[in-house]
């Protein structure tokens, strides 16, 4: 599956053609997921990707295959559902679903769902939100957290990523908003981080207003170069760039990407990228427009 069907917004892939359904049977790595949470009492935590979305690589690379999170993961049955052949089965979980992909979903050992993230999280994100999860905390902890300390920029910090993961903009916006104007030089580190996701909330969720996404990406590399999220929003501004057919910006970003990226995955995925600029057209021509 190729950029001529599918498109690249923020290392995910969202189908522009929509995505082809599978067989409406459920798949059997879920029904053995599910027969094995009953015997052991565990949650299932079920990660639904594609082999051509470069998030879902490094969801397997950075966090799912990680012997970091080993034993935090053994807490769970993990199954890996491969896309679109799991397709009826996402829908069923999260019939609002816009074929964005990676989504993570936990269900109890019946199979409800409990939790679920669409799109980005980096692997410390990853695991904090298990741990969470595990500690007891759903949304409604983070709506009492907020009640109780609704002018502290952490509580404020954490409600805003933890509905931006959601797809939530209606409640995510506004959080990161006021997390923006308690933080404006990012001394106290909360001011990237948050562009960075809010970027790929627009980059994912709001397609129609990737501009955003490049203008958040482009605020962190430029004025908060050092700051930890600088990598990540790098590779994401060249990513949205080629998204939009922009290509030389792309190109421009990919290059730096793959020179001076500390990350290894980064690195491969941008001369990855750049390979498919080298031998594919032109965008207006990928598109299928006039030269």
């Not at 995510?172 to 106290?188: F, S, T, Y």
């Not at 995925?269 to 594919?280: G, I, S």
Request: hydrophobic share 45%; charged share 25%; proline share 7%.
């Amino acid at each position: 599956m190729g950029l001529s069907r599918v498109m690249l917004i923020a290392g995910t892939i969202v189908a522009l053609i929509g995505v082809m359904e599978a067989a409406p049977s459920e798949p059997p790595e879920w029904s053995a997921a599910l027969k094995r949470a009953k015997a052991e009492g565990k949650f299932v935590l079920a990660h639904f990707s594609d082999p051509e979305c470069l998030t879902c690589q490094r969801y397997n690379a950075e966090a799912l295959d990680n012997p970091k999170w080993a034993s935090l993961l053994k807490r769970f049955v993990v199954v890996r559902l491969p896309m679109p052949q799991s397709t009826p089965l996402l829908r069923r979980f999260l019939p609002k679903w816009r074929d964005v992909l990676p989504v993570l979903v936990i269900t109890d050992a019946q199979g409800k769902v409990q939790e679920f993230v669409i799109g980005h999280l980096p692997a410390e994100t990853f695991a904090a939100y298990l741990q969470a999860f595990l500690r007891g905390e759903r949304t409604d902890t983070i709506e009492r957290q907020l009640r109780q300390r609704p002018n502290d920029l952490a509580t404020l910090y954490r409600a805003a990523v933890w509905f931006l993961e959601r797809g939530d903009g209606e409640r995510g916006l506004p959080l990161a908003q006021k997390v923006l104007e308690r933080d404006p030089d990012n001394r106290k580190g909360y001011r990237a981080a948050i562009l960075l996701h809010r970027g790929l909330f627009y980059a994912t969720h709001r397609v129609r207003q990737a501009h955003l996404a490049l203008d958040d990406f482009r605020t962190i590399v430029t004025q908060f170069p050092k700051s930890p999220v600088a990598e990540e929003a790098r590779f994401y501004l060249a990513v949205t760039h080629l998204a939009l057919g922009q290509d030389s910006e792309a190109r421009r970003w990919l290059t730096e990407v793959a020179k001076v990226s500390q990350s290894a995955t980064l690195r491969a995925q941008a001369e990855k990228l750049l390979r498919f600029l080298d031998k594919e057209p032109p965008a207006n021509l990928r598109r299928g427009e006039e030269p």
